[in-house]
């Protein structure tokens, strides 16, 4: 069983993380939560700890980014968004259970205070971006590290904010390379 409890966005997200893992699991009810709905989160959070695993799109992002905000140190877990679509429908009730499994298995914390161990330069000379191939490279390297979906700028700072090391980040990018081959 799994310590934290996942939060996720709505019922039918529940409903799939809760047949992929044996968890509790919250919803937000979307992006209309308010203190009260926090201040339990935090409680929670103090108690056994949280995993935020929202949909891999917009909203998904600023629901994210308001209960990190709101919270002390919860985990990270992200969806590729190409495993969380069906149709035209994006959004973790839409994974496999196998998804959902590996999303939570690469939960990660923001560092408490990142330290600068990648910039933007590094993703260049990297073929990162501003080269045609940048953009399924990137896409390929978040999946594989399990960081959600980035544009250049934000590959810098989830790699900064989740602290991942220089091997780990070097063997992932050879390995999505070699994928590209």
């Not at 893992?21 to 108690?47: P, Y």
């Not at 919270?71 to 679509?85: G, R, V």
Request: net charge neutral; hydrophobic share 40%; with cysteine.
């Amino acid at each position: 069983m799994i310590q934290e409890v996942i939060v996720v966005e709505g019922k039918d997200d529940v409903a799939a993380v809760k047949a992929a893992l044996d968890c509790q699991v919250i919803t937000t009810g979307g992006f209309a939560f308010g203190e009260s709905f926090l201040k339990s989160l935090r409680k929670i959070e103090a108690r056994q700890g949280v995993i935020i695993l929202t949909d891999p799109d917009y909203m998904g992002e600023r629901i994210r980014r308001r209960l990190d905000k709101a919270l002390d140190h919860p985990k990270h877990a992200f969806l590729p968004q190409d495993q969380a679509l069906k149709k035209d429908d994006i959004g973790v009730e839409n994974a496999s259970k196998e998804a959902i499994r590996e999303a939570i298995r690469q939960a990660r914390p923001l560092a408490q205070e990142a330290k600068t161990l990648y910039s933007i330069g590094d993703m260049q000379n990297l073929g990162l971006v501003g080269h045609p191939q940048s953009k399924k490279i990137r896409d390929d390297l978040c999946d594989k590290l399990g960081i959600g979906h980035c544009n250049g700028k934000q590959l810098v700072h989830r790699l900064n904010h989740f602290q991942i090391s220089h091997e780990e980040f070097i063997e992932s990018l050879k390995e999505v390379k070699s994928w590209q081959d």
